[in-house]
C-alpha cells in the first residue's frame, strides 16, 4: 500500500474516533476508508471493531470525571453488552461475505436514519423520569439487543445507546461517558472473538488502532465544544452517501 493511502485510512480512523467520542456513527467514516484501502467487506468491519475498542476507552479516559458516579450503571449493562456482542460476532463470522456485502448498505442506511432521529431523542431525554427497577430491565435487555448489533456491525451503535440511556437518569455528559465504556466493551469482545477466528488484517490495524486512540482521546476532549448538530449533519451526508455506493456494489456483484 502507498504512503497515501495508508494515510488517508489513517485519517478517516482518527476522525472516526473523534466523532464516536462526541456521539457516535464514526464507523460510516472508518469501514468505507477500509474498504477503499483494499480490504474485503467483512475484514474491513472486523479490524475496525478491533480499532475501535481502545478508541472508545481512550474517549472513557477523556471522560474519567463523569463515569466516576456512574461505574454501577458501565458494569451492570457491560454484562448484556458482552453476551450481545458475542453473538453478533458469532453470527458476522458465520455470513457469506456475498451476503455480507448485501446486508451492510441496509445497515449502513439505518445507521443513518438514526442520527438523523438522535436530536430528537436527545430533547426528549431532558424529561427523562426517575428510573424505576422496570426501567433499568428494560433498558438492559434493550442493551442486549444493542450488543448483538454491535458485534455484527455497529455503525451508529454510540447513538442507539445515547437514545438508550435516555430511559435513566443523567445528563448528557454522563451518557457518552457510560455510552464509551459500553462501546469498548461491545467492540473489543467482538474484536477477540475476530482474531481468534483470523478475521484481522495486521497491516491495516497498525493503522487503525493508533488512529482511532489518538481521534477518541482528542475528541473526548472536544466533546463539549462540539455542535452534536454539526456532527451530525457531516456524518449523516457522508452516511447516505455510502449507503448508496455500498448498495450500488452489492447489486452490481449479485
Avoid: C
Wanted: net charge positive; no cysteine; aromatic share 6%.
Amino acid at each position: 500500500m502507498s504512503p497515501l493511502r495508508d494515510g488517508l485510512l489513517f485519517g478517516a480512523t482518527a476522525l472516526a474516533g473523534a466523532v464516536n467520542a462526541v456521539a457516535g456513527g464514526g464507523t460510516l467514516l472508518s469501514f468505507p476508508a477500509a474498504l477503499a484501502w483494499g480490504l474485503p467487506s467483512p475484514v474491513a468491519n472486523a479490524t475496525n471493531a478491533l480499532a475501535m475498542s481502545p478508541g472508545a476507552l481512550a474517549s472513557a479516559w477523556a471522560y474519567r470525571g463523569e463515569l466516576a458516579t456512574r461505574r454501577s450503571l458501565a458494569a451492570l449493562l457491560s454484562v448484556p453488552t458482552i453476551v450481545g456482542a458475542a453473538i453478533g460476532a458469532a453470527l458476522m463470522r458465520r455470513t457469506p461475505e456475498r451476503t455480507f456485502d448485501a446486508i451492510v448498505p441496509v445497515l449502513v442506511f439505518g445507521a443513518t436514519l438514526a442520527l438523523l432521529l438522535q436530536g430528537l431523542a436527545s430533547r426528549r431525554a431532558e424529561l427523562t423520569p426517575p428510573p424505576s427497577r422496570g426501567r433499568i430491565a428494560v433498558a438492559a435487555a434493550a442493551q442486549l439487543l444493542v450488543g448483538v448489533y454491535g458485534g455484527y456491525f455497529g455503525a451508529a451503535m454510540g447513538i442507539v445507546m445515547l437514545a438508550l440511556l435516555s430511559l435513566l437518569p443523567g445528563d448528557i455528559h454522563g451518557r457518552i461517558a457510560v455510552k464509551n465504556v459500553l462501546s469498548a466493551v461491545a467492540n473489543g469482545v467482538a474484536a477477540v472473538y475476530f482474531v481468534i477466528s483470523g478475521l484481522i488484517d495486521p497491516h491495516a490495524a497498525l493503522i487503525m488502532v493508533p488512529a482511532a486512540i489518538a481521534g477518541g482521546y482528542a475528541g473526548g476532549h472536544i466533546a463539549r465544544r462540539a455542535s452534536p448538530r454539526g456532527v451530525r449533519v457531516l456524518v449523516v451526508g457522508i452516511g447516505l452517501a455510502v449507503s448508496a455506493l455500498l448498495g450500488y456494489r452489492a447489486l452490481i456483484r449479485a
